[in-house]
């Protein structure tokens, strides 16, 4: 309803989430209850937005793959310069962490299991701001930037979809430490060639243009250094 007495439709206001050199995230509320998020690409620098626009295209093929699954975005738009996705009500992962709760982790490896079945490897697990703690209490993943799309049963997709897993065990490491099963524990022991590779030269490389290039450190996705 529209308090001020004028018929006039509500404009849609917008909250700034996070911004990098990719663009700015937003959320935007429709003035009438609904929210969704926005990456809005055209506040990325123009020698930068070849780059956000194919991270954009990355991040829509894997949501259009996804669906409905729960717990994690639906794609709503993309234009080329914004994409739209769904908002999930919660907080990160490093901000209300499920210490203690196994239940939770088993959920999150479960909600896992169900993305690579459709196909969908995320990569970039590590970051703790991909996991979200909904109001609920239960887990969700977002930001699909880098993930990769394939047929789950191929060897590389196996391989990433490890990595993933990985990823998930070493927050459960962090916060659940007691409840690892000893076949977690030698997932997290065992490392694969392609997170060796990472470390040597993946790693160096990502490091040299986020901090040198661009003077971003990565710190959750919060913007560039000062």
Request: aromatic share 8%; hydrophobic share 40%; net charge positive.
């Amino acid at each position: 309803m529209n308090l001020s007495g004028s018929s006039r439709p509500l404009l849609p206001q917008t909250e700034a989430l996070k911004a990098d050199s990719f663009g700015r995230v937003l959320l935007v509320r429709d003035g009438q209850g609904g929210a969704f998020v926005r990456r809005d690409l055209t506040a990325s620098p123009l020698w930068l937005r070849w780059l956000a626009l194919y991270l954009a295209r990355r991040e829509a093929r894997a949501l259009r793959r996804l669906g409905d699954q729960p717990a994690t975005p639906r794609l709503l738009g993309w234009d080329g310069r914004h994409l739209d996705r769904s908002f999930l009500a919660g907080d990160v992962l490093y901000r209300t962490p499920p210490r203690g709760d196994a239940a939770w982790f088993h959920q999150a490896r479960r909600l896992l299991q169900q993305i690579h079945r459709r196909g969908i490897a995320h990569n970039d697990l590590a970051k703790e701001a991909n996991w979200l703690v909904l109001e609920d209490g239960s887990p969700a993943v977002v930001d699909f930037q880098l993930a990769s799309c394939g047929n789950p049963r191929s060897r590389w997709m196996r391989l990433l979809a490890r990595e993933d897993l990985r990823h998930l065990l070493k927050h459960k490491r962090m916060y659940c430490g007691h409840a690892l099963t000893p076949v977690e524990r030698r997932i997290l022991k065992r490392h694969s060639w392609l997170r060796d590779a990472w470390f040597r030269t993946g790693k160096p490389l990502y490091r040299f243009v986020t901090r040198r290039l661009l003077r971003w450190e990565d710190n959750e996705g919060q913007g560039p250094k000062p």
